[in-house]
């Protein structure tokens, strides 16, 4: 697959209203081929029905979607072959095994059957004959990927797809989204795990309340709010730290620096620990994560 | 051919569901025997209008209530919303999805028939007349099973929901005891299931060159009942849970 110029995925001014009560409003976002977009929100922030009505099952109040240059609610069989969903409920046949599920969905598509080959990607090449109500959540959301992995997709909508994985069910998920990423596949992911955005995604928007709080990089999301370094001084002397521009505060013999000028206070901080002979031990000095930007918008309210 | 994908999945999910097996399977056979002991036989004005009664009872519970049910669950389970997103067309969702749930329901008014035309001893005089019965009277059943679950939210609440139109089916299928013509004819031909059970007494019983003309009005019936179930289905029906 390779880039088109125009936006895999075009959201603009979508509002979503359930009678009087409006779950969307007015958001807006893109997504090239090939990359990877995140949706970041506390739960009922809306998250979910944006990406039920960026597939198409749900018509705006206002606003447009184009999946693919295409009106995804017109044109939903148009592009049900190469735009792929893992909803936040997998909406499997319980009674069909996990091979049977493979294959009826490949079937529908019309591809060629690679049930083996595809529940061997998803690690549940064990559990083919397994029926999909017998499987655990975490086997399911596995499922649910093989079955998103069937069709090649050039759009890839992922609601909270690593919701009840193990760490090496959620790391091994990882790998198969940057490679549907790595080959051209845009994805829209929802996710309440920060780090999982942090690792995968090329742009994040965080939403409150069916609006869109923050978006962009994660680096630019992370620059307009402090950045952190922690230390462990021996010998401490809490009384004698360096003049900062950032805010210290010391815990346990552990030092923190909130700063918005993280390289000059790491420079006052080494200088003042070499002139010293101070060994600042368990040393670490970064951006803010994403996990303490949305601390800090909920402290403030923003995300409430 | 996504109707046949559709159609083999769901058979495979009814034949591993014992209880509703057993079910299918006894539900003729204890139907026969009880035509068999109640006496019915010798009461029933026609053969035809028993026969009627039976395919109306059959096609009631066996598509209108199990449609509007399977329906109702599956859109709980976003199996339909998982359907949604592949390329099947709607037209095919809903004939893979009933399909199954037809041919159980012929297989068990073809037994039905069969024992009630060995107790009577008379065969029916139109075969094609009952083949037409059943195709539009299971039409309108499942559009009107698609319709009663549009406006249903849970398969508990279907439970509640199906019993206008029970109540509507029973009430077409004894229209098929009244004797045929008069002025209400063309009012009782357009309440549902009043057209296939009239048709299944005629195809039945048999009927005069003359009164073909007389078969009009229930074909004309049925099929305008099956056209509005299906079109309003069509618009008003949900394929996610609200």
Known sequence: ????????????????????????????????????????????????????????????????????????????????????????????????????????????????????????????????????????????????????????????????????????????????????????????????????????????????????????????????????ITARPEPFDPLDLPALTGTATTADGRVTVRTTELQADLHRLLDWAAERGVTLADLHAGPATLDEVFAELDRQGALR | ?????????????????????????????????????????????????????????????????????????????????????SPASTASIVAGLSGPLVLIVLAQTAIVFAYLAWESGAAPARVELLVLAFAIGAVASVALGFLTASFTRSPEAAQITVLPGLLVLILGATMAMLPEGGPMSLLRNAIPGAGAAALTRAGWDGVGADAFGALVAPLLGAIAVAAVSALVAAKRFRWQPR
């Open chain 1, 1 to 228: 697959m390779t880039s088109t110029g125009f936006p895999a995925v075009d959201v603009r001014g979508i509002t979503c209203r359930y009678g009087p009560f409006t779950a969307v409003d007015d958001v807006s976002f893109a997504v090239m081929p090939g990359e990877l977009f995140a949706l970041l929100g506390t739960n009922g922030a809306g998250k979910t029905t944006t990406i039920e009505t960026a597939v198409g099952l749900r018509r705006p109040a206002a606003g447009t979607v184009a999946v693919l240059d295409r009106d995804p609610h017109r044109h939903r069989r148009d592009l049900a072959g190469t735009v792929a969903v893992i909803g936040q409920e997998t909406g499997f046949a319980e009674d069909l095994t996990a091979a049977e599920t493979v294959r009826l969905w490949t079937d529908l598509h019309r591809r060629p059957s690679r049930t083996e080959a595809l529940l061997e990607r998803v690690e549940l090449a064990h559990r083919g004959a397994t029926r999909v109500g017998a499987l655990s959540g975490g086997e399911k959301r596995r499922l649910d990927l093989a079955l998103a992995l069937a069709t090649e997709p050039a759009v890839l909508f992922a609601d909270e797809p690593t919701a009840g994985l193990d760490p090496t069910s959620r790391r091994h998920t990882w790998t198969l989204l940057r490679e549907l990423t790595e080959r051209g596949t845009a994805v829209v992911l929802t996710t309440h795990y920060l780090d999982e955005a942090a690792e995968l995604a090329d742009h994040v928007a965080i939403m409150d309340r069916g609006r869109i709080a923050r978006f962009g990089t994660v680096a630019e999301i992370a620059a307009g709010h402090e950045a952190r």
């Open chain 2, 1 to 85: 051919m996504t109707a046949f994908t559709l159609a083999a999945a769901e058979t495979r999910l009814i034949l591993r569901d014992r209880t509703v097996l057993v079910t299918a399977a006894a539900l003729p056979l204890v139907f026969a025997i009880l035509l068999s002991r109640s006496g019915m036989v010798d009461l029933a004005a026609s053969t035809g209008a028993l026969a009627a009664l039976q395919l109306a009872t059959l096609q009631m519970f066996g598509l209108f209530t199990t449609v509007t049910m399977t329906l109702t669950a599956r859109r709980q389970q976003r199996y339909l919303q998982r359907l949604r997103t």
